[in-house]
């Protein structure tokens, strides 16, 4: 594994412990100002929206497991691929849920960002 593979891995594992922790400030340094963000129902928002909804949201998660990690490097560009599920709350009422998400990064100035993203609910069978 490359130094690049690695801090790809790095930065992308923050990313997804950043959310259920409300770690802003991490999320900030990944996240390229310009990011696009396709979130689960099909919304285009920006970077200070996803920050604010973040920062707005409480716990998510009573358990949550990220897997099936997947990550192509071309050049100064990365697809990472994944899978998140778990468990949660809606008001009383307990949650399962399964999404499967795609990030692309792009080197800059020798630095990775998150400049898109995109979140497929996995609806049940």
Known sequence: MNQ?????????????????NRNIEALNRIIADDC?????????????QLLERVAASP?????????EFGLRIFGDTAIVTGRLSGKGRNEDE???????????????????LAVATQVTVVSES
């Open 4 to 20: 690049d593979e690695r801090h790809l891995r790095q930065i992308d594992h923050e990313w997804n412990e950043a959310y259920p």
């Open 36 to 48: 696009k963000c396709i979130d689960g129902a099909g919304q285009i928002i920006s970077k200070q």
């Open 59 to 67: 716990d998510p998660f009573d358990s949550h497991e990220f897997d």
């Open 94 to 112: 307990g949650l399962s849920f399964e999404q499967r998400y795609t990030r692309v990064y792009v080197k800059r100035e020798g630095v990775w």
